[in-house]
């Protein structure tokens, strides 16, 4: 008897363990778009659109190599709506009793598909580096879960940048090399693009149709939809961005939406890039001498750091995780969020690119959109909401710590020993934003005086039970004391007055 063999959006991998596990003589490949996995949070059309194509080349592709597939598109009679009621239509259409899958990567579907009247068995998905044994086996009796030594175990474990056992270059994080601010000019022409064919051209008008009035433009579409593609957008990045990466991976300008990117991440999260063929390129090109040691080494540690870490957070600490507010913060996400007009550029642009691109890179997201909603006092399953809605790369897994965690400290301190804060002085000198902002980011108090420097600060008042005894905040909390009174109080007073304007729906 056959089985079901199901494969999700963010499973574009031919690699993947239900697919090796399946018998293409017998079993039945299930791909579905339906409503309920674009629409249960609304996300920006492009990422509908990029995945819905690059679904429909993937299933093609398995055609090709002899699969029988199932494939439901989206305005299809009879699509049941759910990926559940998916598997249930084609079942009986099959005579399936049994699903083989891939665990998909957020506990929502891992509760659906163990839910259903069907039996499926869920398959580790070993398209990550670290499975989730291997990272229960690190976090065991640590105290803390900093990533820095999670990622030192995966350089050993991987062989990454590894020289007789030792970290090449002599130590294991170069991050101090890659603060560079904003250059006065890049030259990188950005991300390889790729016109439209017809496949995707289809998707377009079909997200057109049905998720056009949402947030963010589906038009200019330029992402690679197929594996051929995303491995031209690898080399092309390796050849003629990492060489710099390194230096300005925290810089931003308005002018230069992409700087030395990759914008690969999407790829790498729907399948068509595999994480360790990635890290095998970046570090080859370090080898042949075409990319400095920092440069190589913070963005292996993007890949098998960052991402590999915040996963193993997401199902270390489990399914209430996207919900914390450890602050217990509760203000509403303000509509300068959705575009509406603002004084303040660096979130201006930050929220245009978002909306044009569907990306924006880790510091625009963590120190202009993630550190004004923490200063501001954001409710952080708001924020966490936006960022799942705006980004081409927004799957729970990575999204829930990334923004619960890492910048908006609501997890209490398990993924950052402190919250990521900082006045406008961080954005003005890693960024050329200021320059032409309304407000004045030398000014910290009166007639337009940058928002973040009063906001800091009420930030910092506000939470002093909770900060005032961590080593790494004394500094700022004893210059806070050294302030004269009037001067907090004009501080406090004005940052108030900003913050009563802007839930009051006026132009901040």
Known sequence: MSRLVLVLGDQLSESLSALREADKGSDVVMMAEVAEEATYVQHHPKKIALIFAAMRKFAARLRADGWDVRYAELDDTGNAGSIPGELLRRAEETGASEVIATEPGEWRLIKALSEMPLTCRQLADDRFIASHDDFERWASGRKTLRMEFFYREQRKATGYLM?????????????????????????????????????????????????????????????????????????????????RFGDYQDAMMGDERFLYHSVISAYMNIGLLDPREVCEAVEESWRAGDTPINAAEGYIRQVIGWREYMRGIYFHEGPDYPRRN???????????????????????????????????????????????????????????????????????????????????????GVIASKPYVSSGSYIDRMSD?????????????????CPFNLLYWHFMHRHRERFESNPR????????????????????????????????GETV
Request: proline share 5%; hydrophobic share 40%.
């Open 473 to 504: 905040m004394a500094q700022m909390y004893a210059t806070w004391d050294r302030m004269a009174e009037d001067r907090k109080e004009t501080v406090l007073r004005e940052a108030e007055e900003f913050l009563r304007r802007m839930s009051d």
């Open 163 to 243: 020289e007789d056992g030792k970290p090449a270059g002599g130590q294991w994080n170069f991050d101090h090399d890659n603060r560079k601010p904003a250059p006065e000019a890049v030259d990188f022409g950005g991300p390889m693009q790729f016109t439209p064919d017809d496949t995707v051209e289809a998707v377009l008008e079909l997200v057109e149709a049905r998720f056009g009035n949402w947030f963010g433009e589906v038009r200019p579409f330029w992402f690679a939809t197929d594996q051929s593609q995303a491995r031209r957008a690898l080399a092309h990045f390796v050849k003629h961005a990492l060489p």
């Open 326 to 412: 450890g602050l217990n913060q509760q203000r509403a996400l303000p509509p300068l969020y959705w575009g509406a007009e603002t004084k303040m550029r660096c979130l201006s642009e930050t929220v245009a690119q978002t909306r044009e691109e569907a990306y924006a890179h880790h510091i625009q997201r963590l120190m202009v959109t993630g550190n004004f909603a923490l200063i501001a006092g954001i409710d952080p399953a708001e924020v966490e909401d936006w960022y799942m809605r705006v980004y081409f790369d927004a799957f729970e897994w990575v999204t829930a710590p990334n923004t619960v965690g890492m910048s908006q400290f609501a997890d209490g």
């Open 433 to 449: 934003y200021c320059g032409d902002c309304a407000y004045s980011v030398k000014a910290k108090t009166g007639e337009g005086a």
